[in-house]
């Protein structure tokens, strides 16, 4: 009788699970079993990176890479490796993901805004919001887990109120005086956008997807973070959009990605002023 193979998610699983049992080893038979796992760990590393060298040789090699790249757990194998480089913000949003659930237990949540250079701008919401001192100790348990696994953000800070990330309602919001002086960039108006239909938006200082889901405007940079290919070609089907290179699917009220949960969207705070799309980059 043929076994079945085991999906993604559950030999993810049960690598979790091996791991957690190893932690309550002895410490010398855990130590051993560590280095182990270290050791078979660096010999996939290096056959797999003679692959890769190999793939890469001839077109028809870089193609196949490509293709067997779109699949969640090649991807993840590559990305554990160093083979994919992730992005700064996928990164800082995989870390956000850890300590997401310590800060639900404790009635709040995180949200990352943005991050510009070795700074991270998050929100903290429940009761992690304001200026209790539970708030000041979840927003350094934030920092500090940050901080510890991407050592090139120097600096976590709380997000000013002005700054909303990914999209705001369909209304006029306070009147900021001139947007343009504020570092707001004009878009389209919001007759442009027709709902479930990406548009893009070029700009100098960046390629912008703008899509509009039941009376809401999002903005997110243009660019898979899978393979950095363009979204605005991509279908919408309710709140999510599949990405038209490789097929990753994300959704657009978070920006997170359905296809390989450590991938997120970048996302952009958008405000509507007469009735035109302003959205502000950095």
């Not at 996939?44 to 757990?73: I, N, Q, S, W, Y």
């Not at 929100?123 to 539970?134: D, T, V, Y």
């Not at 709902?195 to 100098?204: D, H």
Request: net charge negative; charged share 30%; proline share 5%.
């Amino acid at each position: 009788m043929k076994v079945q193979q085991e999906d993604f998610h559950a030999l993810a699983e049960r690598v979790d699970r091996v791991l957690a049992s190893i932690k309550e080893l002895p410490e010398d038979a855990r130590i051993k079993a560590l280095e182990l796992k270290k050791a078979i760990e660096a010999f996939h590393e290096h056959a797999l990176r003679k692959l890769v060298r190999t793939f890469r040789e001839t077109d028809a090699g870089k193609e196949l890479l490509l293709k067997a790249a779109e699949d969640p757990a090649v991807y993840a194998i590559f990305s554990m490796h160093g083979i994919i480089k992730q992005d700064l913000f996928t990164r800082v949003a995989a870390v956000i993901e850890e300590v997401r659930p310590y800060l639900r237990s404790h009635g709040g949540d995180v949200e990352l805004v943005k991050v510009d250079g070795e700074t991270v701008y998050v929100r903290l919401h429940g009761a992690c919001a304001g200026c209790s001192l539970s708030a000041v100790t979840l927003k350094n348990g934030v920092e500090e887990a940050i901080k510890a696994r991407v050592p090139e953000i120097e600096y976590v800070l709380m997000a000013e109120d002005e700054v909303a990330s990914g999209y705001l309602p369909l209304h006029v919001i306070d009147d900021a005086g001139n947007l343009e002086q504020s570092g707001w960039l004009q878009g389209p108006s919001i007759s442009e956008l027709e709902e479930g239909r990406p548009v893009r938006l070029t700009r100098e200082e960046c390629d912008v997807l703008l899509v509009r889901i039941d009376g809401k405007v999002m903005a997110f940079r243009n660019q898979c973070p899978h393979m950095g290919m363009p979204l605005d070609g991509g279908l919408v089907e309710g709140s999510a959009i599949t990405c038209p290179w490789h097929g990753f699917r994300f959704d657009l009220s978070t920006g997170e990605c359905m296809t390989a949960p450590h991938v997120q969207l970048e996302p952009f705070p958008v405000r509507v002023e007469d009735q035109r799309v302003w959205i502000r980059l950095g």
